[in-house]
């Protein structure tokens, strides 16, 4: 076996080793390898698979704001903050007309809870929300029925 002075020096990006054989070692060249695909940009349809969500957690709060007040209708936006996780950072009503306070309060406290697919940045995210009450009108010429209750309608 030869002993370290019998070795020549190594070419650059080669180790040479006390062996019989030469081993080559290729240079380290980094390379970036993503761990996961990356999450696109908010869009429109992203946006759309919550709005079931919005609408109902706004229709729950208003049909209890119903009990209160009777009569609530009304035009406002939700202005929501998205994570880039799909959370909800922060959720205000932005109201054109008077809304009311307990109802607001329900959905920004419930509002907190939706959940949009995550993206590679955040987002903000405008929702226009139409309080209006669905009066139940009979048919023509069919049989009266018993009045029935107005009921939420969100648009």
Do not use: H, K
Not at 89 to 111: K, S, V, W, Y
Request: aromatic share 2%.
């Amino acid at each position: 076996m030869p002993d370290a002075s019998d070795v020549p020096a190594p070419n650059r990006g080669e180790l040479r080793v006390m062996n019989p054989e030469t081993i080559t070692v290729l240079p380290w060249r980094p390379q970036v390898v993503p761990t996961s695909t990356r999450d696109q940009l908010m869009t429109r349809e992203m946006v759309d698979t919550v709005v079931p969500d919005a609408r109902s957690l706004v229709e729950t709060c208003y049909a209890a704001a119903l009990v209160v007040t009777p009569n609530v209708r009304g035009d406002f936006s939700l202005q929501i903050a998205v994570e880039p996780s799909g959370n909800v950072n922060r959720l205000e009503t932005n109201a054109r007309t008077p809304l009311n306070e307990p109802m607001r309060q329900c959905i920004i406290t419930l509002g907190r809870q939706l959940q949009f697919p995550p993206s590679r940045a955040g987002a903000q995210v405008t929702i226009p929300v139409t309080l209006v009450l669905d009066e139940a009108t009979p048919a023509a010429g069919s049989a009266p029925t018993p009045p029935a209750a107005p009921g939420p309608a969100v648009r």
